[in-house]
């Protein structure tokens, strides 16, 4: 997990599969891993879906 804005933790989604070109589906997928909320955001391969939560 990766810290980013102050307070906010990242990590990749375990369970999106393929490009991602839509937050929301990315979203609803973070969801059901435990997460409150998700976004496509760029990576070296292309857009990867990533899971947010706040740091501990």
């Known amino acids: ?3 980013a804005e102050g307070r906010t ?10 490009y991602c070109v839509n937050s ?3 979203k609803n ?4 891993e435990g997460f409150p ?5 760029f990576h070296v ?5 990533y899971c947010y939560k706040p740091c501990p």
């Open 29 to 32: 997928v973070c969801r059901t």
């Open 45 to 49: 391969a292309g857009r990867k879906c």
């Open 24 to 26: 929301t589906n990315c």
């Open 37 to 41: 909320t998700g976004s496509c955001d």
């Open 1 to 3: 997990v990766q810290e």
């Open 9 to 18: 933790c990242k990590t990749p989604s375990g369970k999106f599969k393929g």
